[in-house]
């Protein structure tokens, strides 16, 4: 129980690093969180016109879940992954570092899913893709890769903590999106690379 809930503690540690931030303010563009949506996210860092930056977020982003999940399962098999991905997911939602006031989750949510169930993340991004092309909207995208991925994980049967890793994943980065639904359901849903 000791090792799981400082498995919990180091992925919450890693998901914790606000990447988006750090990166932008490296690169001389000030505080994120004062651009565009507010968010720390990729989405937002490309709101700042520079797409290197983003994906550079993106992919930070991504390595810091699947780090979180692999050293969990090194250390102590599902439990371990189940322990530390969910700790990613948590960090990035809710860094400590910055009141926490975080991230949605999205590429945090991905790293977490590749490393722990390879094909339901690839689904999931195949998904959003595919909505991304369709509506232009990042949060759309997000909330059909949501819906996506634990279906997938059933249909492929995984076990039950990778499972419940998927399902949990994909409620808490849903629930991030409660204003995105709003718009979406209101007509008023900023399309890719645009508005807040």
Same mark, same amino acid.
């Given at each position: ?18 990447? &988006? ?11 994120? !969180? ?18 290197? $930056? ?30 530390? &991905? ?15 006031? &975080? ?7 991905? &790293?977490?899913? $590749? ?44 076990? %039950? ?14 629930? !991030?999106?409660?204003?995105?639904? %709003? %718009? ?6 900023? !399309? ?5």
């Amino acid at each position: 129980m000791i090792v799981l809930i400082s498995l919990g503690v180091l992925g919450y540690l890693l998901g914790s690093i606000p990447f &988006g931030l750090v990166l932008t303010r490296l690169a001389g563009l000030g505080d994120i !969180r004062k651009i565009g949506s507010g968010n720390i996210g990729a989405t937002n860092v490309l709101r700042t016109g520079r797409k290197g $930056l983003a994906a550079a977020t993106l992919l930070a982003d991504a390595a810091k879940g699947a780090a979180a999940v692999l050293i969990g399962i090194w250390l102590a098999g599902q439990g371990g992954m189940l322990a530390a &991905g969910l700790g990613a997911i948590l960090g990035h939602l809710f860094p400590v570092w910055l009141g926490f006031k &975080g991230g949605k989750g999205v590429a945090t949510g991905f &790293g977490v899913l $590749l490393a722990a169930a390879p094909l339901a993340a690839l689904g999931g991004v195949l998904v959003w893709l595919t909505m991304a092309l369709i509506t232009r909207m990042s949060s759309a995208s997000a909330l059909a890769a949501c819906v996506a991925a634990p279906v997938i994980a059933a249909l492929l049967g995984t076990s %039950r903590p990778v499972e419940v890793l998927v399902i949990v994943t994909a409620v808490l980065i849903a629930s !991030r999106h409660h204003a995105n639904i %709003r %718009r979406l359901l209101a007509g008023t849903e900023p !399309r890719i690379g645009r508005g807040s």
